[in-house]
Structures are given as structure tokens and as C-alpha cells.
């Protein structure tokens, strides 16, 4: 929160006086649908708001204890938001059409979009087409730029070019730059994805989506408006990433426009893919400049978070080190570097999986708003409002011991030996990393599971069996995992939580 100045702090704070004075008769509106908290007058309300700031993850799994295969109602600061509970009810939400149950309104509003990147997002949500098909598709293409950038991002951290002694990390600023180089290896490609003033814009503009988008989503809809420009850093972010990305794209619209889309060693990157679907005002150097930004914003906080829980694991748990890394030297032995080669090292596959299952990204999931102007009807009848918000329970459904065998305990080969009992009853495993289903929504769940999850997996794959066969790792304190951070309906890596590593003298 570091980057959060004085002024945000004191708008902050008088936003959210304002929200206790707010009127009430929207928050008092008529609902079938139980709110198990915050129901006894007007202080109860704003306390249980207040509480929920606090305490998110508790009232989740509260909620969804009590309500196990039903719905009940959590009270923000200025509104009720919806939770859904129950494989049919998750089906339901999973399967709705966009202009009945808003998965990009529902996203708007966890990071407050229209102010941190720009309502087109929102209007004009096409970055999930580019990366379901330019990125997704060109994986394989785009694998050798990525390892190469693993590779030179790791030599360049000063304190592991000495190869005896251990060194203590701070993991996630670490994880954050180097998830930040191989993304835009592949998103804008050399020289630029190893510019540390570039890095630095990229990296901070992630951050300040999150925590200025957080403090923007406690004020009231009046004041969003008026105070929602102040707090942003959008305009400043554009700005200032135009001086190293405008000069890229002026000169590929240009050959574009001269040469067509297929001319002589075009790029495989991102802005090509971008500028292949952009039409109109979007095909114009600011607009692609904030495509950037926002895709980056996306793939840079997934994955590093989702890397630095995963070395948080395997040095809690150490007993896991040894497999794993005689599963990546066996396969890199067998097969060499490559995407392919990533897809047999399963027991690493389902290592990640494991430690996703466990800290997950958030106790809800799966952001819906309801645009239908009556309401999102379940098929029992159930209603949710029009203009209201709805996810579903997550983290419960991952703990939940009708879905997992003792969910309580770190299982790293969980999911390995799932895929041997299906290999042996002939069945179809779906159970991979990338796998969404009802009782494992990390990536979401159906139409609009996340579509930067291969990348994701192909990064963090590569990172973890890179690091395994290149370094030895401990925990900075025996069997001690960093706790959790935790912030309403948000939850991420501890920040400050570190690790030892040490390079292995033999390794290649």
C-alpha cells in the first residue's frame, strides 16, 4: 500500500464516514434470500460491512456452512452482494449469457475498471479473445522466448550469481519481476521486456489497479464520479507508457496499414494480436497502449501470486523438493525444453494445483452483475435482483470434505494419483492445473473461465522446474509456511514472507 499517498488516504477516510450516513432504503430492499448477518438495524448493518473488511473469508465459509446449496447475502459497505452455493447453482451462473449474468461488469467492479483502466475495457472486452487466441494458440511457437527469459531474468538477480552460499529472498518482489520479463518477453519481445523503467511502470501500474480499485469500490455510486479520477493513476500510466510502447505501435500500424497484417517478420506478440482485432477508435496507439497495461495488469498478478504460494509450499513442505525435481531432470533429460515436455511433468502439474486448491486467490469467485432487467431467475425460482452483484463460495468448496479427501492437509501428489486411478480405469483425467470444475474454481468455471490460464500454467510450470533443477530451496524458518494476507473479499501471498535459495554448483 506504499504507493498510496496521503490524499487517497484522507478521501479514504471520509468516503467511508459518508457511506455510514448513506440513506438506507436501497440496503433495506425486500429479499427472499437470507442475510444471516448485519440484519438488526443500521448499526448491525454497517459493523457487519465493517466486519466483512476484516474478516471476508470467515463469513464466506460461515455462509457457506449454513447455506450449503443455497444463497445467502453479504453486506457491503453501500449494498448486499449475493453468494451462490452448490454444484447446480455454480452450473448455473457458469452457463449464463453474458447479457444476463455480466462476467466484465462483474470484473469492473472488483477493480473499478471504468477508473483504473478505462471504461472501453468493459465496453470493448476483447483482450480475452486475443488471448484465447493469439496467445493461447502460439504457446508452443513462443515457448523457446519464454524459457530464454526465465534463464537470463534468474542470472540477472545479483545475490544468486554467487553459487555456494545461501542467500534469503523476499519472494514476491522477485516472483513479480520475473513473472513480469517472460510475460512481456512474449506481450512487446526484446529489448523493451528487460527495460527496468518499463518493468517498474508495469509493476506498479498492477498494483495501483488493485489497491486504488479497492479503495475506489468503497465509495458510494455518487461519489465515484467526482472522486474515483482523483485516485486512479490511469492517465499518468498511459502517459507515461506511450513514451515506451507509442513509438512500437506507431510503427506497426504503419506497415500494417502499408503492407498488410502478413508482411516480413511482423511479430508474434501481443500488440500484433491486439492490432489483428482492433477496429476503430481502438486501433489507435493510446487505446493498444492500454491494452497492454491492462493484459499485463491481468497476467502479472495471477501468476505471481500463484508462483510465490507455490515456493511458499514446497519449502514448507521440503519432503516434496526431492520428486519433484527428479520428475523435471528425468523429463528435460527425455524431452528437452519444451512446452510438451511441461505437460509430463505431472506430479509438478499437480503439486500447483494442490497449492492452489489450499490458498486459492479470493473465498468468492466467478463475478457476475445482473443485467437482466428481472432479475437472474435459478431454476428453483430464486431471484437475484436487477444491478446486483453475485459470485459464488470458492475456498469453502476447495476445503469442503465432500470434494477432498482430509482438505485440510497440504497434499502435493493429490492430484497425481487421481491421474494414475483414472489411467487405470481407463477414464479421462480432468484434473490438470488448468482444469476448472465445480469443486475447483481458482480459474473460474465455464464460459468464461479464464482464458490466460495455459500461459499461466506454462510460466509457473517452467518457473517451478527451473528452479528445482538450478537452486536448492529452504524455508526461512523449518516447516513454517508465511501466512496469508487477507483484505474483505481479497487474499494473497504474504508480501514479506521469504525463502532461502542457493545455486546448485552442477546444475545446468
Request: proline share 5%; with cysteine.
Amino acid at each position: 500500500m506504499k504507493d498510496l499517498d496521503f490524499k487517497s488516504l484522507v478521501i479514504s477516510g471520509l468516503t467511508i464516514a459518508f457511506s455510514i450516513l448513506w440513506v438506507r432504503s436501497y440496503l433495506k430492499h425486500q429479499s427472499t434470500i437470507p442475510a444471516f448477518v448485519g440484519t438488526k438495524g443500521f448499526f448491525s448493518y454497517y459493523l457487519a460491512a465493517l466486519h466483512l473488511l476484516w474478516n471476508g473469508g470467515d463469513v464466506i465459509q460461515q455462509g457457506y456452512t449454513k447455506y450449503r446449496d443455497g444463497l445467502f447475502r453479504i453486506p457491503k459497505l453501500h449494498r448486499w452482494d449475493y453468494v451462490a452455493n452448490g454444484k447446480q447453482r455454480i452450473a448455473e451462473v457458469a452457463s449464463a449469457p453474458e447479457e444476463i449474468l455480466s462476467f466484465n461488469y462483474g470484473v469492473e467492479d472488483i477493480i473499478q475498471a471504468d477508473y483504473t483502466i478505462g471504461p472501453q475495457m468493459t465496453s470493448y472486452p476483447h483482450n480475452a479473445t486475443v488471448v484465447r487466441v493469439g496467445l493461447t494458440r502460439n504457446l508452443g511457437r513462443c515457448f523457446p522466448q519464454i524459457l530464454d527469459e526465465i534463464v537470463h531474468a534468474f542470472d540477472d538477480v545479483e545475490a544468486l550469481k554467487d553459487n555456494s552460499d545461501w542467500k534469503l529472498f523476499q519472494v514476491m518482489p522477485i516472483a513479480m519481476q520475473i513473472v513480469a520479463r517472460t510475460s512481456n518477453r512474449v506481450f512487446v519481445g526484446l529489448p523493451l521486456c528487460r527495460e527496468k523503467k518499463y518493468l517498474d511502470l508495469i509493476l506498479n501500474y498492477t498494483v495501483t489497479v488493485f489497491t486504488r480499485g479497492t479503495i475506489i469500490g468503497l465509495l458510494p455510486a455518487l461519489l465515484k464520479p467526482i472522486l474515483g479520477p482523483l485516485i486512479s493513476t490511469r492517465k499518468s500510466s498511459i502517459r507515461h507508457a506511450l513514451k515506451f510502447l507509442g513509438p512500437m505501435i506507431d510503427e506497426r500500424l504503419r506497415k500494417d496499414d502499408e503492407c498488410g497484417s502478413d508482411w516480413p517478420g511482423r511479430p508474434t506478440d501481443l500488440i500484433s494480436w491486439l492490432i489483428d482485432v482492433a477496429e476503430g477508435e481502438e486501433r489507435t496507439t493510446s487505446a493498444l497502449t492500454l491494452r497492454v497495461l491492462a493484459t499485463n495488469m491481468a497476467a502479472i498478478h495471477n501468476t505471481s501470486m500463484t508462483l510465490t504460494s507455490a515456493l511458499f509450499d514446497l519449502t514448507a513442505h521440503p519432503e516434496y523438493i526431492s520428486p519433484l525435481r527428479e520428475e523435471a531432470e528425468r523429463v528435460i533429460a527425455e524431452q528437452g525444453w519444451s512446452k510438451a515436455a511441461l505437460g509430463s511433468m505431472h506430479k509438478i502439474d499437480s503439486f500447483i494445483r494442490e497449492s492452489q486448491r489450499l490458498t486459492g486467490t479470493a473465498p468468492v469467485q466467478m463475478p457476475r452483475k445482473v443485467l437482466a432487467k428481472n432479475g437472474f431467475t435459478f431454476s428453483d425460482g430464486t431471484t437475484i435482483p436487477h444491478g446486483a452483484f453475485l459470485t459464488v463460495s470458492s475456498i469453502p468448496v476447495q476445503y469442503d470434505p465432500d470434494h477432498y479427501e482430509h482438505p485440510n492437509v497440504f497434499d502435493g501428489l493429490r492430484f497425481f494419483r487421481m491421474r494414475d486411478e483414472s489411467a487405470q480405469e481407463g477414464g479421462t483425467f480432468t484434473r490438470h492445473m488448468v482444469s476448472t470444475s465445480a469443486d475447483h474454481l481458482v480459474f473460474g468455471h465455464g464460459r468464461h473461465a479464464c482464458p490466460g490460464r495455459f500461459f499461466a500454467a506454462t510460466q509457473i510450470k517452467a518457473m517451478i522446474a527451473y528452479i528445482l533443477i538450478n537452486y536448492d530451496v529452504r524455508s526461512e524458518t523449518a516447516g513454517v509456511r508465511p501466512p496469508e494476507q487477507c483484505w474483505g473479499l481479497l487474499r494473497w501471498p504474504n508480501p514479506w514472507g521469504r525463502i532461502w535459495l542457493r545455486k546448485r554448483g552442477s546444475a545446468e
